[in-house]
């Protein structure tokens, strides 16, 4: 049978359509992004999204290492400084100093999979090939397309992975990856051999490494499998790239000259963010505000308030008591510059009662409560202070029973519920406030009120709390991870909120935030970390301006290729001076431009 030249015969419907699979011929050809297979992402430097084709058959096969298997390779290289990911308590910066380099633990990020039928390398080599000779034929230039690659098997001699062609300007280039596997030195043979073929040629050499202190984490990976569905995992790195010579020492501190980029994404549900607990007390006010829309109520209370196991109706009841003589109640507000903190101020009477009714365990345990408190105002002896902004229903029955004014709702349907949301937005409002305020972060708050929405019903008021409260947790990532002045602070505090509350309808997921920074405004404990998450030296070399071919090597903790299995060379446990390089696993990718017009 013969078969049609696939690269060149793809519909462009299916250029447009990166979410669809079409089989053409027997071969599979969909459009994928970087972030989808990681290799591609690493090695490319064109467009976000390129062409995959591999073999339409259904076995498709995903080569993942096992965790214990990168954890026996790092384990090997551990000194007092390695080891990234990293988990560091946010809140206790000094903690990162040298004299408790032990609070520096492992943590690990599982492989990337990537569903894959990869061809064979001489068929790979056969489609390229047609490709080439199309593009070479062609009278008429069509400048630059989409990067077309094609899946191998690495069962060749070089370990090929990745075959990749696309057409350019002047003419094409074709690119190829290899996987060296581990504990590997064909690299720098590889290396070597590049520099003496392109010796005539100006050589321009770029290090990179990544160092992730807050990995990103799979969903399945995470420890409370009750709210699994809802966690998005939080995500801080350091990216530093610098212009370096072609024999470049490996795992190298980035110089003073480097420029670093932090990348912040507050996650949601992720106990390794600073306001985990906020977070959580966030989500159950949610669950409220979903409530009202759904009429069906998640109930995440323990029915407990404290550790002792104190009853939600006992604290109830105990609040009222204490309540009834407090005449004054005042505002003091939290220590200045103390941003890592909520709740140092004091708190009105709906904002204790959020804090223990949202520990009620069903809709006839949160009546009961509330009960308490209508039975107390009604009987007047309840006349506790409430906050002058403080609009919820309960602020208002506490200020018509001081007026003789006192008319109680029935607890019936969905009243209970939002009665509770209410005074949950109010003590969230303040405490946002009061956070961004006395920390420092912006000199006038007022420019938070129009973010509160307090125009929409309650429901949308509760989901514009949760851009508000990731804008938090990156400031404060970034306040306890990075040394920079309360100007920059600031300035980063209106650029985040810009960024994620200003822009409604915002997919939650989609939340990052990326800034530069130089060596100096990175703890030197973070950048003396000998051990990052990837390691790249990237080489171009050019010819009268034109680029004529690029090359480089990757290291990274964990395979690079996720559909094809790397080498895995045997490690001596007792030399425990060999280069913390042997433990990672090796790509390496070249890329030559032949120059038609």
Not at 474 to 495: G, M
Request: glycine residues 4%.
């Amino acid at each position: 049978m013969v078969r049609i030249d696939v690269l060149n015969n793809i519909p462009e419907d299916v250029l447009s359509s990166p979410s669809e699979d079409t089989q053409i011929d027997g071969y599979r050809v969909r459009m994928v992004s970087v972030d989808e297979v990681t290799v591609i992402g690493a090695v490319s430097s064109s467009s976000l999204v390129h062409v995959l084709v591999d073999s339409a058959a259904s076995n498709d096969r995903s080569v993942v290492v096992e965790r214990s298997m990168i954890d026996d390779a790092v384990d090997h290289t551990m000194t007092e400084f390695d080891g990234s990911p990293l988990k560091v308590d946010l809140l206790h910066q000094s903690r990162m100093q040298p004299e408790n380099r032990s609070l520096l633990t492992m943590s690990s990020k599982a492989v990337d999979a990537f569903a894959c039928n990869p061809l064979s390398v001489q068929e790979a080599r056969r489609l390229v090939a047609e490709r080439a000779a199309s593009i070479s034929s062609a009278t008429v230039p069509t400048g630059e397309r989409t990067q077309m690659w094609v899946a191998c098997d690495g069962r060749d001699a070089m370990c090929t992975v990745l075959l990749g062609i696309r057409q350019t300007e002047s003419g094409l280039a074709t690119s190829v990856a290899t996987a060296k596997g581990r504990g590997s030195s064909e690299w720098l043979a590889a290396r070597c051999d590049s520099s003496r073929r392109f010796a005539h040629c100006q050589e321009t050499t770029m290090a990179r490494c990544q160092i992730e202190l807050i990995p990103l984490l799979e969903t399945n990976d995470s420890e409370d499998g009750d709210e699994e569905s809802d966690r998005i995992s939080g995500r801080l790195s350091v990216s530093a790239s610098w212009k370096c010579s072609a024999d470049e020492q490996m795992l190298k501190k980035p110089p003073a000259h480097a420029t670093l980029a932090v990348t912040v994404r507050p996650g949601w549900l992720d106990s390794r963010t600073p306001h985990f607990d906020r977070c959580l007390e966030l989500h159950n006010l949610l669950n409220f505000a979903n409530a009202l829309r759904t009429g069906q109520m998640v109930w995440a209370g323990s029915g407990v308030v404290d550790d002792c196991g104190t009853t939600v109706e006992d604290a109830v009841m105990r609040l009222v008591k204490e309540s009834q003589s407090a005449l004054f109640v005042s505002d003091r507000q939290a220590s200045a510059g103390d941003a890592a903190t909520f709740g140092r101020r004091e708190l009105d009477f709906t904002e204790r009662l959020w804090l223990l009714i949202k520990e009620c365990t069903d809709n006839n345990h949160l009546i009961k409560c509330l009960n308490i408190v209508l039975t107390a105002l009604k009987g007047r002896e309840l006349q506790p202070m409430v906050h002058g902004d403080n609009g919820s229903s309960v602020a208002r029955l506490v200020r018509d029973a001081c007026t003789d004014q006192l008319r109680l709702p029935r607890l019936e349907g969905l009243t209970p519920i939002q009665m509770t949301l209410e005074i949950g937005l109010g003590k969230f409002r303040r405490d946002y406030i009061d956070a961004f305020g006395t920390s420092g972060l912006l000199a006038n708050c007022a420019l938070l009120q129009p973010l509160f929405r307090t125009e929409d019903s309650p429901e949308d008021q509760a989901e514009a709390l949760r851009p508000l409260h990731a804008s938090f947790e990156v400031v404060t990532i970034c306040q306890n991870f990075l040394k920079l002045p309360v100007h920059k602070l600031t300035a980063i505090a209106r650029e985040v909120l810009h960024r994620f509350c200003y822009k409604r309808d915002q997919p939650y997921e989609d939340l990052s935030f990326e800034l530069q920074v130089g060596v100096t405004d990175v703890p030197s404990a973070i950048l003396e970390i000998t051990s990052p998450l990837t390691w790249s030296i990237e080489s171009t070399f050019k010819q009268a301006n034109a680029t004529v071919a690029r090359s480089a090597v990757h290291f990274r903790r964990q395979p690079l290729c996720s559909f094809a299995a790397y080498k895995l060379e045997p490690t001596d446990d007792s030399q425990s001076s060999k280069s913390s390089s042997e433990f990672y696993y090796c790509t390496q990718f070249t890329e030559s431009f032949i120059h038609l017009r």
